[in-house]
């Protein structure tokens, strides 16, 4: 089919573009392990616009996919990879394949959604061609209608062997007979949980917690005079407003301790 004033490659294929040796062998290499941030363009080519909303909930700081590197852009010529999300209607047809030759090689192409993967509850509708891959190949299928933002990111992760590059395997399982120990187990809990509070409202959920944490472990080592190991923490404080908040927990212990 000739479509006038149309460039050749983005007129009518009907058999779906093939790629050459060396762009299949880079690819295949990107896809095993991509050891790199992504810049990612979305085509939206005919869907509901659900799919939409769960990619936009993935970049929100809730479940934030750019701690993976992935990170949306807003043209196809800075794309590494593309992401056609929908059905691809007719309409849509060569502005998704306008997107395609305009991101540069070798680029991955990511079906989003059932109507990406295969035209979904829309693929006998009169205006639709099908789902992504009749237009070119697809290296990643994310199936759902809609994928959660969780599958959106764990599909992408998996698909990049970025869930390798960030994540190092710890062994967590509990040994035979093995029991978590509680931290300063000498210190009676509703005084901890006072200090600690008292500690962190005065100086912040992290920085509060460090402190009271110091001051525990000095009166938890303690094997005879506590407050004399809680003096020389004190002493050895060079920020004042460390001292400060300190000194308020010392005098909440001695007015636990005088108060019985
Ligand atoms: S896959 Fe489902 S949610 Fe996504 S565009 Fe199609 S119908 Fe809408």
């Known amino acids: 089919m000739i479509e006038q004033g149309i460039p050749t490659q983005l007129q009518a294929q009907l058999e779906p573009k093939k790629l050459s040796e060396d762009i299949e062998r880079a690819k295949a290499t990107l896809l095993k392990s991509i050891k790199r941030s992504v810049y990612v363009y979305r085509v939206d080519c005919g869907g509901c616009n659900a799919c939409e909303i769960e990619i936009f909930s993935s970049i929100t700081p809730v479940f934030d996919v750019e701690r993976f590197g ?111 120990s509680l931290k300063f187990e000498r210190i009676p809990y509703r005084l901890r949980v006072e200090l600690e509070r008292e500690a962190r409202r005065l100086s912040g959920y992290r920085q509060g917690g460090d402190m009271c944490d110091a001051f525990l472990a000095a009166l938890d080592n303690s094997e005879t005079d506590a407050m004399k190991e809680v003096a020389s923490l004190l002493a050895a404080q060079k920020d004042p407003r460390k001292v400060e908040v300190l000194t308020e927990l010392k005098n909440l212990l001695e007015s636990r301790i005088v108060g019985g």
């Open 70 to 180: 992935i990170k949306v852009v807003p043209t196809p010529r800075h794309a590494d990879i593309l992401v056609y999300t929908g059905a691809v209607t007719r309409a849509m047809r060569l502005p998704a394949m306008r997107a395609y030759e305009a991101a540069p090689d070798p680029k991955i192409i990511v079906s989003y959604g059932a109507c990406g993967c295969t035209g979904g509850i829309f693929h006998d509708n009169y205006c639709v061609w099908g789902g992504t891959d009749k237009l070119f190949p697809v290296d990643v299928y994310i199936p759902g209608c809609p994928p959660t933002p969780a599958q959106t990111v764990y599909g992408f992760a998996m698909a990049l062997g970025m869930l390798d590059q960030k994540q190092h395997a710890v062994n967590e399982t509990e040994a035979e007979g093995e029991r978590a």
